[in-house]
């Protein structure tokens, strides 16, 4: 394992592109860090009452703590601090100062009573770096109650917020289908014609030929459900999955039966219907994302814990968030018009609207 020191300067390294606060005002920093305390007493809290009915408690444990240290180590640079020289000193799991593994109900209440004592930053600056100290001890005190290893919870948010703030390399983007024959692979270059008729149905048509069943919104209250295929063809040109599409146009990769059972079949295909409803009833409380260009973070963490398991968890956050903000906006001009052409390029991960 690396040297703690050597894993605190390399996250700090790795996480400083991340930070999209203002650079001028600590408000926020320590807003998100209170937040991120309460969070891990949530799960704690979660835990203690459901136990064995609570099995991923330890990955969110993990994914929490990783969020406190993002904002400690934010603060820290903030204030010109090196993270590296607040940390107590960790030998074997065990701090220097600790002969025995902490319990948590002693850690977290402690690790609150640090983090509200973070206030005084404003008023004492001669304390901040014993502040800081104090919490980053509380921190890892609290981090070996829960048996957790801060260089796993470093990897594990270093990828996530790193996948969720950076424009990820092209070039390195999984394609999934690329070493398969050309009749198993999603078209490089599509163009979808969607149409409503009188009946109010929607028809989807390509290369002049009518795939998939014609669709009403099934609801209600009419609210353009009918046209949620374009979603299905984002997924296919951003993020190069989609085994709803594989499966209207007949282009499963059956030459790997593992893969075409696993990945194009009935499972992966209501992973994708449930998750493409689930977003939309999001959506619809903001207006389809319109004149929005980002995504909730929290939404974004619910779509990675929707597709795991599937090729497709291998997409950053970034991806995600590019894929539905570009179909709420072929949507948005698909609902507006009755009806469309979409246009997908797999090559730029890219999908438009043609009327």
Request: hydrophobic share 40%; glycine share 6%; aromatic share 10%.
């Amino acid at each position: 394992m690396p040297h703690q020191a050597t894993l605190l300067r390399d996250y700090t390294h790795d996480i400083t592109s991340t930070d999209m606060l203002p650079t001028d005002n600590l408000h926020p920093v320590l807003l998100g860090l209170f937040g991120e305390v309460g969070s891990v007493m949530a799960v704690a809290k979660k835990h203690r009452r459901e136990r064995e009915a609570y099995p991923e408690h330890q990955r969110a444990a993990e994914e929490e703590f990783g969020d406190v240290l993002w904002y400690f180590v934010t603060l820290c640079r903030r204030l010109r601090i090196d993270v590296g020289t607040v940390f107590p000193h960790i030998t074997d799991g065990i701090t220097s100062n600790v002969r025995s593994f902490p319990s948590e109900e002693r850690t977290l209440p402690n690790l609150g009573k640090a983090t509200a004592a973070l206030l005084d930053i404003y008023s004492s600056n001669e304390r901040t770096f014993s502040l800081l100290r104090a919490f980053a001890n509380e921190y890892v005190q609290a981090l070996q109650a829960k048996g957790l290893s801060l260089a796993t919870v470093i990897a594990m948010n270093t990828a996530k917020v790193r996948g969720r703030f950076i424009d990820p390399d092209q070039s390195c983007l999984p394609t999934f289908d690329e070493n398969f024959p050309d009749e198993e692979r999603l078209p490089l270059h599509f163009e979808i014609r969607i149409m409503q008729r009188k009946s109010g149905q929607s028809y989807m048509q390509w290369n002049g030929v009518f795939i998939g069943d014609p669709l009403s919104d099934n609801i209600s209250e009419p609210d353009g459900y009918r046209f949620h295929d374009v979603f299905h063809l984002a997924h296919a040109a951003v993020l190069h999955w989609s085994p709803t599409f594989r499966a209207l146009i007949k282009q499963k990769r059956k030459s790997a039966p593992n893969v075409d059972r696993t990945q194009d079949s009935g499972r992966a295909i209501v992973i994708e219907e449930g998750l493409t409803a689930w977003i939309f009833s999001c959506a619809k409380q903001l207006n389809f994302f319109d004149g929005q260009d980002s995504v909730s973070f929290d939404l974004l963490k619910t779509v990675q814990q929707f597709v795991q398991g599937y090729e497709v968890e291998q997409c950053p956050l970034s991806l995600w968030e590019r894929a539905i903000l570009q179909g709420y906006g072929v949507f948005r001009q698909l609902l507006h018009n009755q009806g469309g052409i979409i246009i997908g390029d797999r090559e730029t991960r890219s999908i438009i609207y043609r009327g």
